[in-house]
T-cell receptor
């Protein structure tokens, strides 16, 4: 069974640009979560989608947005990039229906975003 | 609010040494607890988990026990290998908060031959 895939793996952008990252969950998984990983702040939750609906959101500015498609694939978008957005963005998928037991998450390899 | 605190790294050990990485949490109710491992250049992999008090999670020689009285979930391994070198993350999760895992800051482990 294929794991969680994320594209692209590496990305370089300049301040003020916008970026879109993609995540394909494990087949059959309907929940997709996104995390930002930086040396200073560690791993922080961005948002979670289930059945094309955002179910939970972390404490990030509105420049960070996401969506989920009917095939469970998800994208996240960051507009007006800032230097501080440089990070590893991790996507995780799970099969468990939210609210019905613990939610084992399987992570992708991440997208390394560098903002110059 | 809910939070996870791990011992600071890096932790450097010789092969076959005993490993303990401390993890304590602050939370209301009964969260599930996890240890994830991140190898260089890769995403996170679930190492082990415990969903209720006194549960012991174990995998690949690693183990951790959910101690509600001390709000701890320390990771242990009796004999580490060079291949165990990685960053280890302790995390908690509430089933009624969707996909939100709350992570500790991570502890880097380096095992020398």
């Amino acid at each position: 069974k294929a794991g969680v895939t994320q594209t692209p793996r590496y990305l370089i952008k300049t301040r003020g640009q916008q970026v879109t990252l993609s995540c394909s969950p494990i087949s059959g998984h309907r929940s997709v979560s996104w995390y930002q990983q930086t040396p200073g702040q560690g791993l922080q939750f961005l948002f979670e989608y289930f059945s094309e609906t955002q179910r939970n959101k972390g404490n990030f500015p509105g420049r960070f947005s996401g969506r989920q498609f009917s095939n469970s694939r998800s994208e996240m978008n960051v507009s007006t990039l800032e230097l501080g957005d440089s990070a590893l963005y991790l996507c995780a998928s799970s099969i468990t229906i939210p609210g019905q037991g613990h939610n084992e998450q399987f992570f992708g390899p991440g997208t390394r975003l560098t903002v110059l | 609010g809910n939070s996870v605190t791990q011992m600071e790294g890096p932790v450097t050990l010789s092969e076959e040494a005993f490993l303990t990485i401390n993890c304590t949490y602050t939370a209301t109710g009964y969260p599930s607890l996890f240890w994830y491992v991140q190898y260089p250049g890769e995403g996170l992999q679930l190492l082990l988990k415990a969903t209720k008090a006194d549960d012991k999670g174990s995998n690949k020689g690693f183990e951790a026990t959910y101690r509600k009285e001390t709000t701890s979930f320390h990771l242990e391994k009796g004999s580490v290998q060079v291949s165990d070198s990685a960053v280890y993350f302790c995390a908690l999760y509430y089933y009624n908060q969707g996909g939100k895992l709350i992570f500790g800051q991570g502890t880097e482990l380096s095992v020398k031959p």
